[in-house]
């Protein structure tokens, strides 16, 4: 199962009701002061709705590239995600380096590639959170970072945090673009499994393409100002982790349902 916690359409910022209905951590690890900073920090249509509410745009019209019939059609419950196979994470810093993203992918014995999204966080907040997080998985996957706005640092933590080098990788260019053409593929031949979760179905709604090299290599960007693709570069990332990855038997496979902290994933 996984679950999202939003408050309701509509509601205003400041409303403290709404605001604990929203984030479970409120007001005890969140307290008003951070929220009040997020506030002035994000002054984009629907910025604040989105990253503190968790209200997203219900009337986003944008000429994407991802046909989003196929994409809700490769939708499933959480009751029917794969549980076993191997396990790859994936971290995106979005390029203005104000956000990150993290997502998982597993790839099980029979059938299409599955993917989570496991939520985007401001960089105003730090990452103290996700080392920890990732430092006690390590074991079940390997990990992937992308971003010169924090990849380097963030394997650097990992490291002190006691994961091993080796388990760590920084994404190339080259991989960067295969791992996006190898999505829009696996989207368009009905190869991929993911769970319907609004964040990430926002990010495919939005999703365009910018170019990456000279070659004709492309990644996500939003086509809408208030757009954001971080969710959606993750799980691109975290799924062409799994499928580049060879196979493990023991060690780096995952069986039965994995938790993270107040967020309750299926495969993760």
């Known amino acids: 199962m996984y679950v999202e916690f939003s408050a309701d359409p509509g509601a205003k910022w400041d409303d403290k009701a709404q605001r604990a209905k929203a984030n479970p951590s409120?007001?005890?690890?969140?307290?008003?002061?951070?929220?009040?900073?997020?506030?002035?920090?994000?002054?984009?249509?629907?910025?604040?709705?989105?990253?503190?509410?968790?209200?997203?745009d219900s009337d986003t019209k944008t000429p994407g590239i991802i046909n989003l019939d196929d994409w809700d059609d490769l939708a499933m419950a959480a009751a029917d995600a794969p549980t076993n196979g191997s396990l790859a994470y994936a971290v995106k810093f979005s390029a203005d380096g104000e956000r990150?993203?993290?997502?998982?992918?597993?790839?099980?014995d029979d059938g299409p590639v599955h993917v989570e999204a496991l939520g985007v966080?401001?960089?105003?907040?730090?990452?103290a959170p996700l080392v920890q997080w990732l430092a006690e998985r390590w074991r079940k996957g390997h990990i992937v970072l992308d971003g010169k706005a924090g990849a380097g640092d963030l394997a650097n933590e990992l490291v002190a945090a006691g994961v091993p080098r080796r388990r760590i990788?920084?994404?190339?260019?080259?991989?960067?673009?295969?791992?996006?053409?190898?999505?829009?593929?696996?989207?368009q031949e009905r190869d991929l499994t993911h769970l319907a979760q609004p964040g990430l179905d926002a990010a495919v709604r939005a999703a365009g393409k910018r170019k990456i090299g000279n070659a004709g290599g492309w990644g996500w960007a939003s086509t809408t100002p208030e757009g954001d693709v971080t969710s959606l570069d993750a799980v691109t990332l975290a799924r062409h982790a799994v499928v580049a990855g060879k196979r493990p038997t023991g060690q780096g496979r995952t069986s039965g349902n994995r938790t993270s902290g107040n967020r309750v994933g299926v495969v993760a």
């Open 26 to 56: 409120y007001p005890l690890r969140t307290n008003d002061k951070a929220i009040n900073r997020l506030h002035k920090l994000l002054t984009g249509p629907g910025d604040f709705d989105r990253e503190a509410l968790g209200i997203w």
């Open 100 to 108: 990150v993203g993290a997502a998982v992918a597993l790839r099980p």
């Open 121 to 127: 966080s401001l960089m105003a907040d730090g990452t």
């Open 169 to 187: 990788h920084l994404v190339t260019v080259d991989e960067a673009i295969t791992a996006h053409a190898g999505m829009l593929r696996a989207i």
